[in-house]
């Protein structure tokens, strides 16, 4: 019980940051590989905030996330817009955002150094127990977090207006710029709500665990073998991708070695890749020829 409700729990982590992949992935069919970095700014521009001591503890998280949302559109519209004109096939993208996130990697570093440093707010202090077992409250935190912002995006994807752009953007942007919907701002809302995403993520997780350059790496893994796992083109996919990982690596780990559960989380990323390619709820992208 140990291992299945702490995986359950651990998982929940990445599949909050996989919704940024999944997110980017279904409108503009790109991935933002600088997730992690972005997570790591989110921690330090929150940490910055802290000396705020008029504006409570939420609304300086919900500054930060403002502030990384509207960067990852414009980061969208400067990085990954000017790489994608040569249609489908054409991934320069992968390499502009690749090379985004180690310049940030190293700006943080040079101006920040790599210890660990206390946010001093954000944290979940109580340890709640579930079916007998002990948690972190701040895992338990995320945990309900990945639920909920799971549940809204897709509330908003089939339920609204917006959703019906993303939708059809996702499906042909050629076809729905002809209908007057402009792929190019759709991608950009994409951006920055998948920016977000990560920030909140990240700045809730760096309460835990304290505030480096290096935070999001690990987590930017951890979140692709989800989104893998459960599909790059579900909602629900990252949540189901997150609780077969998170018990596999626990499970693996508690009987073995943590080493040995991180290698079998990678090797069931592999495993999905040849048997099921879209994902276990995921499904088949068309290509318009």
Known sequence: MDVVIGGLVSGGLFALVAQSFVLTFLTTRTLNFAVG????????????LAGWGWLPGPLRIAVTVVVLGVLGAVVYRLLV?????????????????????YVLLNLLTNAEGANPQNLGFGRVKAVPTVLGVRLSGQSLLLAGIAIGVTVGLVLLTTRTPLGL??????????????????PRAVGMLAYGLATAIAA?????????????????????VGALAVGVIGGLTSFWGPLLGGAVYGV?????GYHIDALWGQVAGLLLVVAVLVLRPEGIVGRRVEAKL
């Open 37 to 48: 970095e972005f997570m790591a700014l989110a921690a330090f521009i929150a940490l910055a």
């Open 81 to 101: 817009v000017p790489f994608t004109v040569g249609g489908p096939h054409d991934v320069r993208w992968l390499l502009s955002t690749v090379g985004m996130s």
């Open 165 to 182: 752009y993303m939708r059809a953007v996702s499906a042909d942007p050629r076809t729905a710029s002809l209908m007057g919907v402009s």
């Open 200 to 220: 909140l993520a990240g700045t809730l997780w760096a309460a835990e665990v304290g505030v480096t350059p290096g935070l999001g790496s690990p987590l930017l």
């Open 248 to 252: 596999t690596t626990q499970f693996v």
